[in-house]
């Protein structure tokens, strides 16, 4: 089915919608174009002295890392001086481009402290600009270098003008307080004198550089060596080896600004400067410029510069800000360099440095710095007035000059002013200044000991070794030691000095000992300090020994400790301890080894006595020392025999009465004259007063070998020993001369019945040729002798004392030796013989007629005929006794 | 219906051809028979169309020749290319063959198309006496061309996004690159949109033997 529908008629339209698009587009590119043509840019032309390090269309112009423009073409100038660089700027750019515009070219570089422009390592050298003021320009002659500052850059550029650069370079580190705060951007010269040197400090830290602020270098390694030892001091790693500036502000100062301008200091002290002031002295010498003044070791100034002037030089030094408030009128400077003395070096270091100026700020309160002072040659002694002054006083000298050291607890407290005799001679005197803060230490018995260098202890607990430093040498020292009194001392009294604390503590404790003297004959091997024992525990100590010239014999002082003072209330002796003691007798060996130490330096020890032994005192308070213990313990007094030089008489030889030992000789010496022998021998104490009576008897024994036997056979073992005798005078002695032989009663009783019997010839008559009474021997001969007219012999006999009363004044004696043969013709032979003995030894036979009685007794020495006819009637005689 | 001669076209016997589904419909009717889309038989507005499309492609051409269309930054080296500049680039860097590429691609075409276009356009609009044969040879150039031209823009994007290293090596498209490509697509669209029937409606009325 077809249906014709009439053909709508549309109007056709003239323009589509889609013709804005057209529209807009060549809006758009319109806009574009005019814009491109409004952005065209600049042409520029700068000129370079050489093109080198820029590239056609690669370089670019930047301002501060933005590209402001791009090269587009080189030319040579016509001079042929140089390039023309031909450069496109950024139409934004239009405004600075003007007369004081500038342009350089920038290179990477590496540096130490850095790689700069690294990305012109790879987009290649760029063109800086600096915008500058004046007519717009487009003709520019580049710099040849980087401008010094480029203002705008967020931070604060500064300007430091120094006389040298030192060791800065581009990107050296600006410290504060050693944090790096900036950098060195650029240096240049300022005419002929100075080096400007721009410093950015970034913008963090643009606030700490104030408008005083003191920039120094800190450039490289700072060392500073001296005696004190080596300091080496550096900012940073980069700053040694590229420098660097430092700086130090005042916070209340204003900020600094842009383009501020700032010295540039060689050091902090320069930096910090500090105010003028004059110091007049007399001659220049040790005062150079540079010398440094010091206050308590501290660094507060330096000399500047001296000059001469009318009366002297006048130096102008530098006292540093912060401490001139220790300027006062009354403040005191001195030169003081290094001294050497024999005490060692002081300020060694000032050897090197040269001296220095010390300081002490005065008491005025007026703070006005005053800019004259007179430079002292000596320290002033400031503290004297408040100094303790002491007198101490010693002996002797102990090696201590004035400048010693005065120490206590080994800390220096004071000083020896000076050493001086007392006035009366008697004793050294030194004055002694302590500092005021230990005068305390000084109470009333403290006391002063001499410092030894070196003290070397060798005892036999070991050796030890203690050495003082070196002024301890030169000088000396003296330590205080402090007394357990807490008074202080009392003005002008003096302390002692002791050589030592030993001698010290000796000196106090013997105000604390009891003093005993004894008495002896000799030196007794002991000195002073020789221990005294009591058990073999030390009681004291000896004190001293002394000859006495009166007494011919030693004294020997004992301080012995107080808490054995009842030990001495007691009766007791005193004896020399030998080392060793061997007492070797038939009994056995008995060895007594001395205390080890009383064995080296001699020792004594006291014993007390029974009870039983004590004999009446002599009422003297001194005692004898003894030459051994069996001596003391038997209170042995000596005596003093001679003898003559023929004598075998040895030491330890017993003196023996009637064979006991009542005493022994402790010496035999023989004498200069070479006749004689001098003994020294004890009596026992108990036998003494009988022995040593001014005619006791003392002679030597000696073993006698006849044919009645031996005679005193235990000499062959022991040797010779004395015999004595008591004495009857009432007169005592000390000094007795020994005979050879014994006096024919050496060994007769006291009691027994002596006399003398006179023949005209010896015969056979020996000593001990026995008396019998009716064939018993009731007593012997004891002795024989010529007669001193020389016609008879006389024999001394003695009759035992139980028999006495057999012989009187009738009795008969004869002699009944040998063998007596009467021969008769009628009678026939008769033999008389007495007892074997007898017809060895001889014998007399005694018989007695009448009954003993008082008128009839025989005395004492009486002398009797000796008969040799034998009556009967004798030998029938038979009295009752 | 006879097909008297091969002069004789749909519109003269009735019959439309839906431009979308192909479908013959008669020419009566305002909307195809099977997809509803509306019919014309010539679209007189699409010559209107494809001039306005063309002539902004023509002003967008300036802008993308004269602009850089590629940032090439090359070891914090900035490099801005255009068109030009970067076929230069290739031949100096002794890569003429691909140069000739990118230059058909990205000058050749567009320039080519444009004018081949615009000589299409004024065919139509001022009858202008051009061979039948030529236009159609040239129609067939131009549309098969045509899609060769977004090569460059192709290339820009693949690097774009290949290479980014930062500082070291980073490609970026530049403005040119959107001019470049609005050209290229209003090119498309004004070829697209031209209802090629009015070209063939005038060559049906012309003597056909020159």
Same mark, same amino acid.
């Given at each position: ?261 700032? !010295? ?235 050589? !030592? ?262 015969? !056979? ?26 016609? !008879? ?89 | ?103 058909? %691609? ?69 403005? %040119?690159?959107? %001019? ?10 004004? %070829? ?19």
């Amino acid at each position: 089915m077809t249906q014709i529908e009439s053909p709508k008629v549309v109007k056709k339209k003239l323009f589509s919608p889609i013709w804005l698009l057209p529209i807009v587009a060549l809006a758009l590119g319109a806009w574009l174009g005019i814009k491109s043509i409004k952005e065209s840019g600049v042409e520029i032309e700068i000129h370079f002295p050489s093109a080198t390090g820029i590239d056609v269309g690669k370089t670019l112009v930047k301002y501060q890392g933005l590209t402001v423009g791009k090269v587009k073409d080189i030319g040579i100038d016509e001079a042929l001086k140089g390039v023309n660089v031909k450069v496109v700027m950024d139409y934004r750019a239009k405004p600075f481009l003007n007369n004081e515009t500038l342009f350089w070219l920038v290179t990477p570089k590496a540096s130490i402290t850095g790689v700069e422009g690294l990305d012109a390592l790879f987009s290649g050298n760029y063109i800086g600009i600096q915008p500058g003021k004046g007519n717009p320009s487009t003709f520019f002659e580049a710099e040849r270098q980087a401008p010094p500052m480029q203002i705008g850059t967020e931070g604060v550029m500064i300007e430091l003008t120094s006389d040298k650069l030192g060791s800065l370079d581009v990107g050296s580190p600006i410290f504060f307080r050693q944090i790096p705060v900036g950098s060195v951007v650029s240096y240049r010269l300022a005419g002929n004198t100075n080096v400007v040197i721009s410093a950015f400090i970034q913008e963090q830290y643009a606030q700490l550089v104030k408008k005083n602020s003191l920039f120094w270098n800190v450039s490289g390694v700072k060392v500073d060596a001296s005696l004190t030892g080596i300091k080496v001091s550096s900012e940073s790693l980069a700053s040694i080896l590229a420098g660097g500036v430092t700086f130090s502000s005042d916070d209340n100062a204003p900020k600094a600004q842009n383009g501020d301008r700032f !010295s540039l200091y060689d050091s902090e002290a320069n930096a910090i400067g500090g105010i003028d002031i004059n110091l007049a002295m007399e001659d220049g010498n040790g005062v150079e410029k540079g010398t440094r003044i010091i206050y308590r070791g501290i660094h507060v100034g330096t000399i500047v510069s001296k000059q001469l002037t009318t009366n002297g030089v006048t130096a102008i030094a530098k006292f540093e800000y912060q401490y001139t408030h220790l300027l006062t009128n009354d403040g005191v400077f001195w030169l003081e360099g290094a001294e050497i003395s024999l005490a060692g070096i002081k300020n060694p270091g000032r050897l090197l440095t040269g001296s220095v100026i010390n300081f002490l700020p005065g008491t005025d309160p007026q703070t006005v710095t005053p800019s004259n002072f007179v430079l002292q040659s000596k320290a002033p002694d400031l503290l004297k007035s408040k100094k303790r002054f002491l007198t101490i006083t010693s002996t002797e000298n102990m090696g201590i000059a004035a400048g010693a050291e005065i120490r206590y607890k080994q800390l220096p407290i004071g000083t020896v002013l000076s050493v001086k005799l007392t006035q009366d001679l008697s004793a050294v005197e030194y004055q002694l200044e302590l500092q005021p803060e230990f005068a305390s230490l000084v109470r009333s018995d403290s006391y002063f000991v001499p410092e030894s260098a070196l003290a070397i202890e060798a005892s036999l607990d070991g050796v030890s070794v203690k050495s003082r430093d070196f002024t301890t040498l030169t000088k000396g020292a003296v330590s205080l030691i402090l007394g357990k009194s807490k008074t202080p001392l009392a003005a002008n009294t003096s302390l002692p000095l002791f050589s !030592s604390i030993d001698a010290a503590t000796a000196f106090f404790d013997r105000q604390h000992k009891v003093h005993l003297t004894l008495i002896s004959q000799d030196g007794a091997d002991v000195s002073q300090g020789s221990p005294i024992y009591y058990k073999k525990m030390q009681i004291g100590m000896v004190e001293s020994i002394n000859w006495q010239n009166k007494t011919e014999d030693f004294a020997i002082k004992l301080a012995i400790d107080k808490q054995f003072q009842p030990l001495l209330q007691k009766p007791k002796v005193f004896w020399r301890n030998s080392a060793i003691e061997v007492n070797a007798s038939l009994a056995g060996i008995d060895v007594a080894v001395a205390p080890l130490q009383g064995a080296l330096k001699g020792s004594i020890s006291l014993g007390l006595l029974d009870s039983v032994n004590i004999k009446p005192n002599k009422a003297s308070t001194t005692l004898k020392l003894y030459e051994n213990k069996q001596l003391a313990l038997a209170q042995a007094q000596p005596i003093r025999l001679t003898l003559p030089a023929s004598a075998k008489l040895d030491a330890k030889a017993a003196i023996r009465y009637q064979g006991h030992q009542v005493g022994e000789v402790s010496q035999v010496k023989l004498n200069a004259d070479l006749n004689t022998l001098t003994a020294t021998a004890y009596l026992y104490g108990e036998y003494a007063d009988h022995f040593s009576r001014s005619d006791s008897e003392y002679h030597l024994v000696d073993a006698q070998i006849s044919l009645i036997g031996i005679k005193a056979p235990e000499t062959l073992i022991t040797g010779p020993y004395i015999g004595v005798l008591p004495g009857k005078s009432s007169q005592t002695a000390a000094h007795f001369i020994a005979n050879v032989v014994a006096s024919s009663y050496a060994n007769v009783p006291e009691d027994a019945l002596k006399f003398t019997l006179e023949d005209a010839n010896l015969g !056979s008559m020996k000593v001990g040729t026995p008396i019998f009474f009716r064939g018993i021997k009731i007593g012997q001969i004891d002795g024989y002798s010529l007669s001193t007219q020389g016609n !008879s012999v006389l024999m001394q006999a003695h009759i035992e004392s139980q028999y006495s009363h057999l012989v009187n004044q009738s009795s008969q004696f004869w002699d009944a030796s040998g063998i007596k043969v009467d021969v008769g013709i009628f009678s026939g032979a008769k033999i008389e013989a007495g007892s074997l003995e007898t017809l060895l030894a001889g014998g007399i036979n005694v018989a007695t007629k009448a009954t003993t009685q008082d008128s009839n007794r025989l005395a004492n020495g009486t002398i009797i005929t000796l008969q040799h006819k034998v009556q009967n009637e004798w030998q029938e005689w038979a009295p009752i006794q | 219906m006879v097909i008297t001669s091969m002069k004789q076209q749909g519109k003269d016997i009735g019959l439309c051809l839906c431009r979308v589904c192909q479908q013959l419909n008669t020419t009566g009717r305002t909307h195809c028979l099977r997809c509803e889309t509306e019919l014309k038989v010539r679209d007189y507005g699409s010559l209107q169309k494809s001039w306005a499309l063309l002539i902004t492609a023509a002003i967008l051409l300036v802008p993308a020749n004269l602009y850089p269309i590629t940032i090439l930054t090359n070891q914090g080296q900035v490099r801005h290319d255009t068109i030009f500049s970067g076929i230069v680039h290739l031949v100096h860097s002794d890569m003429i063959p691909i140069a000739i590429i990118v230059f058909i %691609a990205s000058i050749l075409v567009p320039w080519v198309k444009i004018i081949g276009l615009s000589i299409y356009l004024c065919a139509i609009s001022f009858n202008l006496p051009i061979s039948k044969k030529k236009l159609m040879v040239g129609f067939h150039v131009i549309e098969w061309i045509g899609r060769w031209s977004m090569l460059d823009l192709f290339v820009i994007s693949l690097t774009v996004a290949l290479v980014n290293m930062g500082q070291l090596l980073d490609a970026k498209p530049a403005p %040119a690159a959107t %001019a470049f490509a609005l050209v290229i697509l209003l090119t498309q669209l004004a %070829a697209k949109i031209l209802d090629t029937r009015l070209l063939w409606d005038r060559l049906e009325n012309q003597d056909d033997t020159n």
